[in-house]
């Protein structure tokens, strides 16, 4: 997937401290920036997710967000056309799951915004089943919500025999 042309654009020294790793990718034009946002990983060095280090207003842009574009759906990815997927494993892709997130990509003109406020320390969350007509893989959700959908898969698609399966087990345990 790498070009010449994406290694020249890869930034080479820090003089900028966004989460993106492209000259064209400054915080000054509103990418997220490492003052407002902590990459967290597990011990292996894994990312498990982004938090915020600041509050967030209700409805308030949070960051633009960068990709490749790809025809096809995968890991990081999110649909923003029926054919067009963006590739972002530095913000979007790396944000956690929730049924009631607190946050909403908007795929048209590539920002993030808060749909709650945040209050700093807060892991920032999607509703990955609203990311794509079709999931790269459906999954158990543990969002813990109330009305917690249980099971996540993309609206256009059938659900695996791996989660009717989490299902039943799960509704004989309830």
Same mark, same amino acid.
């Given at each position: #997937?790498?070009?010449?042309? #994406?290694?020249?654009?890869?930034? +080479? %020294?820090?003089?900028?401290?966004?989460?993106? *790793?492209f000259t %064209?990718?400054? %915080?000054?034009?509103?990418? *997220?920036?490492? $003052? &407002?946002?902590?990459?967290?990983? /597990?011990? +292996?060095?894994?990312?498990?997710?982004?938090?915020?280090?600041?509050?967030? /207003?209700? $409805?308030?842009?949070i960051?633009r967000?960068?990709?490749?574009? !790809? =025809?096809?759906?995968?890991?990081?990815?999110?649909?923003?056309s029926?054919?067009?997927?963006l590739? &972002? *494993?530095? #913000?979007?892709?790396? !944000?956690?799951?929730?049924?009631h997130?607190?946050?909403?990509? /908007?795929t048209?003109?590539?920002?993030?915004?808060?749909? #709650?406020p945040?209050?700093?320390?807060?892991w !920032? +969350?999607?509703?990955?089943?609203?990311?794509?007509?079709? !999931?790269?893989r459906q999954f158990?959700c543990?969002?813990?919500?109330?009305?917690?959908?249980?099971?996540?898969?993309?609206?256009?698609?059938?659900?695996s025999?791996?989660? $009717?399966?989490?299902l039943?087990? $799960? =509704?004989?345990?309830?």
């Amino acid at each position: #997937m790498k070009t010449r042309a #994406m290694d020249k654009a890869i930034r +080479t %020294t820090p003089d900028d401290d966004c989460l993106y *790793p492209f000259t %064209t990718t400054l %915080t000054a034009y509103g990418y *997220p920036s490492t $003052r &407002d946002f902590e990459v967290v990983c /597990d011990t +292996t060095g894994e990312i498990i997710g982004i938090k915020s280090r600041v509050a967030f /207003d209700n $409805r308030t842009l949070i960051a633009r967000v960068f990709g490749y574009a !790809l =025809g096809e759906c995968r890991q990081h990815t999110l649909q923003i056309s029926e054919r067009i997927w963006l590739y &972002d *494993p530095w #913000m979007c892709g790396q !944000l956690q799951h929730a049924c009631h997130p607190n946050t909403y990509v /908007d795929t048209s003109y590539l920002e993030l915004w808060s749909v #709650m406020p945040i209050a700093a320390g807060t892991w !920032l +969350t999607i509703d990955y089943a609203n990311t794509g007509d079709a !999931l790269p893989r459906q999954f158990a959700c543990t969002c813990g919500a109330p009305d917690c959908r249980g099971w996540i898969k993309g609206p256009h698609e059938q659900l695996s025999a791996e989660g $009717r399966a989490f299902l039943e087990q $799960r =509704g004989r345990a309830n």
